[in-house]
């Protein structure tokens, strides 16, 4: 995937924070300054930034996708393959993330990717990537999940309604406020969390191999006979270019998460070896398990099942393997725990890169959303994550909303992955004499990411056949939303960087120092223009 350059040096590419405003060392008046530091105890180890990873990985996607990519396959063996295939196009862009992350190890991940790759016109890439996050980056499709799982393992409730919502917003909340006010405890919780999801997981592997051996309350559902025979029916399969790219865009839901760690790189202890330990670690087990855990689906639960279970095919698992006993009704709220977690590991970094963009300036309010008031924790910049969540989670009706989430969240972050594996192709070919990182990712893995990305951002456009509306709502409508948000980004990047200005006759920049302890200084300045 990579390989380690130990002729360049570590420092090659800069990455001290300097003045960042338009006019770099104009004097100004202090508006505000703010220091960021966290205390050794307070920094992420080797095994806290895998279980983050893990818990933003593992959440709701293995639990609840495989329904949506059998439904558009119409074949097992074709599912099983995309999986696999979605761990190999994870582990390309780890490597590219590693490559970026090793050479700038500072938080806010692909934000601060785009800015060195993308100088002209200047924030112009940050502009776009903050509307994607700030409005897209939300923990609603979790949140939803969580709720029907709770009311699955209750009532045997499984329709989508706005009593799972609530008891949603419920899980947000809680996580939101957990990361603002007891910052420590939500990453202890993380941490347990992590391993919990783990064992459900393995719990679920091993229950599919009991399955397999004849051990279930169900007759065989007989789905690896001719496993590679493509279907069609009223169900499932038939749905053309279009319902495999939207499979694909369900298992990179699924194993989103793996660069959750590039975001929060100044909480790491010692980053470069952090990241490059922890990642590789968690992508690889995870990798691991989702592909036995399709495997366990599909020895107990019929195809039919599958394809119109939605959300809820784990539960309907545990159901077949083991029956209606009590005890099988608390298996889903083991799931409505993991899908917890990965809300606590989703809100945490997303918090993160909403501080970084407050922290630079660039969003209204600035010293606002990038302070760390009152607990050392980026409090406003979690309530912004928890409000678009919240907004997101109870806006469309109810019905089949998690499938359209689930896409809304995915498809803009594949023209930003695109943007930095295209890049980096243009750093590895045209600027070798000035970008030498210690990894390297190698050109035929970058290429690789980088076609899959074009392919995901184009396809969805494509009508599918057949049913226009089949997912419950047009098939262009979470594509179209996609690009308008990217779009959004340009304009407002327009409005704060040409149009206030102007109307104000200066403007409030953001300045990055590191003090004589190594740590982060912010000071805010007004700027006339010249």
Same mark, same amino acid.
């Given at each position: 995937?990579?390989?380690?350059?130990?002729?360049?040096d570590?420092?090659?590419?800069k990455?001290a924070?300097?003045?960042?405003?338009?006019?770099?060392?104009?004097?100004?008046?202090?508006?505000?300054?703010?220091?960021?530091?966290?205390?050794?105890?307070?920094?992420?180890?080797?095994?806290?930034?895998?279980?983050?990873?893990?818990?933003?990985?593992?959440?709701?996607?293995?639990?609840?996708?495989?329904?949506?990519?059998?439904?558009?396959?119409?074949?097992?063996?074709?599912?099983?393959?995309?999986?696999?295939?979605?761990?190999?196009?994870?582990?390309?862009?780890?490597?590219?993330?590693?490559?970026?992350?090793?050479?700038?190890?500072?938080?806010?991940?692909?934000k601060?990717?785009?800015?060195?790759?993308?100088?002209?016109?200047?924030?112009?890439?940050?502009?776009?990537?903050?509307?994607?996050?700030?409005?897209?980056?939300?923990?609603s499709?979790?949140?939803?999940?969580?709720?029907?799982?709770?009311?699955?393992?209750?009532?045997g409730?499984?329709?989508?309604?706005?009593?799972?919502?609530?008891?949603?917003?419920a899980?947000?909340?809680?996580?939101?406020?957990?990361?603002?006010?007891?910052?420590?405890?939500?990453?202890?919780?993380?941490?347990?969390?992590?391993?919990?999801k783990?064992?459900i997981?393995?719990?679920?592997?091993?229950?599919?191999?009991?399955?397999?051996?004849?051990?279930?309350?169900?007759?065989?559902?007989?789905?690896?006979?001719?496993?590679?025979?493509?279907?069609?029916?009223e169900?499932y399969?038939?749905?053309?270019?279009?319902?495999?790219?939207?499979?694909?865009?369900?298992?990179?839901?699924?194993y989103?998460?793996?660069?959750?760690?590039?975001y929060?790189?100044?909480?790491?202890?010692?980053?470069?070896?952090?990241l490059?330990?922890a990642?590789?670690?968690? $992508?690889?087990?995870?990798? +691991?398990?989702?592909? *036995?855990? @399709?495997?366990?689906?599909?020895? =107990? /639960? &019929?195809?039919?099942?599958?394809a119109?279970?939605?959300?809820?095919?784990?539960?309907?698992?545990?159901?077949?393997?083991?029956g209606?006993?009590?005890? $099988?009704?608390?298996?889903? +709220?083991?799931?409505a *725990?993991? @899908?917890?977690?990965?809300?606590l =590991? /989703? &809100?945490?970094?997303?918090?993160?890169?909403?501080?970084?963009?407050?922290?630079?300036?660039l969003?209204?309010?600035?010293k606002?959303?990038?302070?760390?008031?009152?607990?050392?924790?980026?409090?406003?910049? *979690?309530?912004l994550?928890?409000?678009?969540?919240?907004?997101?989670?109870?806006?469309?009706?109810?019905?089949?909303?998690?499938?359209?989430?689930?896409?809304?969240?995915?498809y803009?972050?594949?023209?930003?992955?695109?943007?930095?594996?295209?890049?980096?192709?243009? *750093?590895?070919?045209?600027?070798?004499d000035?970008?030498?990182?210690?990894?390297?990712?190698?050109?035929?893995?970058?290429?690789?990411?980088?076609?899959?990305?074009?392919f995901?951002?184009?396809?969805?456009?494509?009508?599918?056949?057949?049913?226009?509306?089949?997912?419950?709502?047009?098939?262009?409508v979470?594509?179209?939303?996609?690009?308008?948000?990217l779009?959004?980004?340009?304009?407002?990047?327009?409005?704060?960087?040409?149009?206030?200005?102007?109307v104000?006759?200066?403007?409030?920049?953001?300045?990055?120092?590191?003090?004589?302890?190594?740590?982060?200084?912010?000071?805010?300045?007004?700027?006339?223009n010249?």
């Amino acid at each position: 995937m990579g390989s380690f350059d130990k002729s360049s040096d570590p420092e090659a590419v800069k990455t001290a924070p300097v003045a960042i405003s338009d006019n770099d060392g104009s004097v100004g008046e202090v508006q505000a300054a703010e220091k960021f530091a966290f205390t050794e105890d307070r920094k992420i180890g080797i095994t806290g930034a895998v279980f983050l990873i893990l818990n933003k990985m593992i959440g709701t996607g293995i639990f609840s996708t495989p329904s949506a990519i059998f439904a558009a396959t119409g074949s097992v063996g074709v599912s099983l393959f995309l999986w696999v295939i979605g761990g190999f196009l994870t582990c390309c862009g780890l490597s590219v993330w590693l490559e970026f992350g090793l050479a700038i190890p500072r938080s806010g991940g692909e934000k601060n990717y785009l800015e060195y790759i993308y100088k002209h016109p200047k924030y112009l890439a940050s502009c776009v990537l903050a509307a994607q996050m700030i409005f897209l980056g939300f923990s609603s499709g979790n949140s939803l999940a969580f709720g029907r799982y709770i009311l699955y393992a209750n009532s045997g409730d499984s329709q989508d309604s706005y009593k799972a919502r609530g008891i949603g917003v419920a899980c947000a909340t809680f996580a939101c406020a957990l990361h603002a006010f007891l910052p420590k405890w939500g990453v202890r919780l993380v941490n347990v969390l992590g391993i919990f999801k783990v064992v459900i997981v393995l719990f679920i592997v091993f229950a599919g191999f009991a399955a397999l051996a004849g051990h279930r309350h169900v007759p065989d559902p007989e789905n690896f006979k001719h496993a590679f025979r493509i279907e069609t029916t009223e169900s499932y399969g038939g749905g053309g270019a279009y319902a495999y790219s939207n499979a694909l865009l369900n298992i990179v839901y699924s194993y989103k998460g793996w660069e959750n760690a590039n975001y929060f790189m100044s909480e790491l202890k010692d980053p470069r070896r952090t990241l490059t330990v922890a990642a590789p670690i968690a $992508v690889a087990g995870v990798t +691991v398990l989702y592909v *036995l855990a @399709n495997v366990a689906y599909f020895a =107990a /639960v &019929s195809k039919y099942e599958i394809a119109t279970s939605e959300v809820l095919v784990a539960g309907i698992f545990f159901r077949n393997v083991f029956g209606d006993s009590a005890g $099988v009704k608390a298996l889903p +709220v083991f799931v409505a *725990l993991s @899908n917890l977690g990965n809300v606590l =590991a /989703v &809100s945490f970094a997303h918090a993160r890169l909403n501080q970084e963009l407050g922290k630079e300036g660039l969003l209204p309010l600035s010293k606002f959303w990038g302070s760390n008031k009152p607990c050392n924790a980026p409090a406003a910049s *979690l309530f912004l994550h928890w409000l678009i969540t919240i907004i997101i989670l109870l806006a469309p009706p109810p019905g089949p909303a998690y499938n359209f989430l689930v896409n809304l969240y995915t498809y803009p972050g594949v023209w930003i992955n695109g943007f930095v594996s295209g890049g980096l192709l243009y *750093l590895h070919f045209f600027r070798r004499d000035t970008w030498k990182p210690t990894w390297r990712c190698w050109e035929p893995i970058l290429v690789i990411f980088f076609l899959l990305n074009v392919f995901l951002a184009v396809v969805p456009f494509i009508p599918p056949v057949g049913d226009w509306n089949a997912e419950g709502y047009p098939y262009y409508v979470f594509p179209i939303v996609g690009v308008a948000v990217l779009l959004l980004g340009v304009t407002y990047w327009f409005m704060w960087t040409k149009f206030w200005p102007w109307v104000r006759g200066h403007k409030i920049v953001a300045e990055r120092l590191i003090d004589e302890d190594g740590n982060e200084v912010i000071r805010y300045k007004k700027i006339k223009n010249a």
